[in-house]
Structures are given as structure tokens and as C-alpha cells.
């Protein structure tokens, strides 16, 4: 079946440090895919897709390569600020099912 | 942002009683969703929508209607409420398509059953 599968958290970080939140996929066909961010107390933002491999999405310093031969979409910051501190969720959507499928979220601490 | 409400923001209520739970969209997208997040369990999709009248069900389904009479709105409904349901509801839009994949969530709400 389809699914995601996101390194556990939570992960605590100090401010400036470098961030990696690992994501890995299984899935029939092409997904695009997805990274969401939720902070307290909010809904889900969406951060940053790619839709076919290779792609590179990017938004607010954040990163992630669309990777094919690793089935991976591992999230990467090179400097946290405390305002990121929040819980982040990769996800999938396949082509035809109008479906997203989430991993089970990774909570990001960055601590002054 | 995209336009989405949801209603009530926070509602505590018994066990057995009959709950509606509201999504409000203004950017007249196609496909609607109810999700339930629960600690340890990430976002399930409950049920959804992919126009008026034309609804499915999700992974969690059990003990949730829905109802979708117009575009903008798609209504949750707990027809005996459970303590098991006690949980986060976001609602979601996406235009799907040529529009994009990517679903818009609304704030929340927030529901305990005791």
C-alpha cells in the first residue's frame, strides 16, 4: 500500500543548528509530495512540494529533494530559528485518488 | 490564506448526544475533507468529498456522517458521540487537477466527550 514513514521525534535543537527530518515513502505510481507544518495550536500549513522527481521544493530556508531512487523527501534547514519550533508532517498525494497520506508528524524544539 | 471556517471552535459535550461539526470553504474548491488528529496518530482522514452530494469514506469512518448540500459547505456529524472521539477535527479543501494536489486545512476543532 501507500504510505509515509517520518524519523520519530520529538527533536530538540539549539537555535542556528542544522535540521534534517528524514521522510520515506511507499507508493504505486508517481506521488507528488508534501511537507506541512502546524504550529500551536493552528492548523496545517503547507511548507514546500515537489511533483515529479528531482524537483527541489523550497520555502522559508527550508528544503527538500524529491528523490526517486531512495523514495525519500527528507527535510533540511541550514540554520533553526525558535519560531520553528513545530510539528512537521511529510506527505504523499497519488495521481487519480485526490488523497493526501501523512506520515505520523515529527515535533521540532529549538531552543534559544 | 485560503478561506475556510470551521464551527464551533471548541465544543465539550456527553457521551450519546448527537454532534454537528461545520466547514465553511469561500474558494470554491471541489474536494473537501474531515480529519481527526490524535496523538501518536498523525492526521486520518475521516471522510471526504469531491462535489455536492458525492462523498466517501476515509480510514476512521466508523461512527461519522457526512453531508455536502452545497460547494462551500460539508458538515461532520457524530450521530452518539463517544468518548473515543474525543480528538482534534480539521477540515480541508483542495481544487484538485490543474488547480493542485495540495489541500488548505481550516484552524480546527477542538471536541471532548465526556
Known amino acids: 500500500g501507500n504510505s509515509v514513514t517520518q524519523m520519530e521525534g520529538p527533536v530538540t535543537l539549539s537555535e542556528e543548528a542544522f535540521l534534517t527530518i528524514n521522510c520515506t515513502y511507499t507508493?504505486?505510481?508517481?506521488?507528488?509530495l508534501f511537507w506541512y507544518v502546524q504550529y500551536p495550536g493552528e492548523g496545517l500549513q503547507l511548507l514546500l512540494k515537489?511533483?515529479?522527481?528531482?524537483d527541489k521544493g523550497s520555502n522559508k530556508g527550508f528544503e527538500a529533494t524529491y528523490r526517486k531512487e531512495t523514495t525519500s523527501f527528507h527535510l533540511e534547514k541550514g540554520s533553526v530559528q525558535v519560531s520553528d519550533s513545530a510539528v512537521y508532517f511529510c506527505a504523499l498525494h497519488l495521481q487519480g485518488a485526490q488523497k493526501l497520506v501523512f506520515g505520523q508528524g515529527t515535533r521540532l524544539t529549538i531552543n534559544p | 490564506d485560503a478561506g475556510i471556517t470551521q464551527s464551533p471552535r471548541h465544543k465539550v459535550t456527553e457521551t450519546g448526544t448527537p454532534v454537528t461539526l461545520r466547514c465553511h470553504q469561500t474558494?470554491?474548491?471541489?474536494?473537501m475533507y474531515w480529519y481527526r488528529q490524535d496523538p501518536g496518530h498523525g492526521l486520518r482522514l475521516i471522510h471526504y468529498?469531491?462535489?455536492?452530494?458525492?462523498?466517501d469514506k476515509g480510514e476512521v469512518s466508523d461512527g461519522y456522517s457526512v453531508s455536502r448540500s452545497k460547494t462551500e459547505d460539508f458538515l461532520l456529524t457524530l450521530e452518539s458521540a463517544t468518548s473515543s472521539q474525543t480528538s482534534v477535527y480539521f477540515c480541508?479543501?483542495?481544487?484538485?487537477?490543474?488547480?493542485?494536489?495540495?489541500?488548505?486545512f481550516g484552524p480546527g476543532t477542538r471536541l471532548t466527550v465526556l
Open positions: 468529498s469531491y462535489g455536492v452530494k458525492d462523498t
Open positions: 507508493a504505486t505510481g508517481y506521488p507528488s
Open positions: 515537489a511533483t515529479k522527481a528531482d
Open positions: 480541508a479543501i483542495s481544487g484538485g487537477g490543474l488547480a493542485g494536489n495540495e489541500q488548505f
Open positions: 474558494e470554491n474548491h471541489r474536494y
